[in-house]
């Protein structure tokens, strides 16, 4: 019994340890919600700031910043999602 349950705890951690393949880090994640924006709104001047901080502005107009906090959590709770989440967040 206990050598079936020290294979479960090593299988579980071993998933654990090597996550999902699928999953994007923050960065990736903003870049691909810099892309998605650009294919909206191809005159906006994006500058990357910080992992998943932004600022977005058009010529001639000061740039508003953009927190990515609330996409990306929305992003962890389904990442099969991913387009949803950027269509979603890019829009507003």
Known sequence: MHKLIAALALFLLSVIAAGDPRMLEPQEFADSYIRQLQSK???AEIEHLDTLHL?????GSEGMQVYLDNAWRSYLQNPDSLTAVLDMYTAS
């Open 41 to 43: 709104l191809p005159e």
């Open 55 to 59: 600022s977005v502005g058009f010529p």
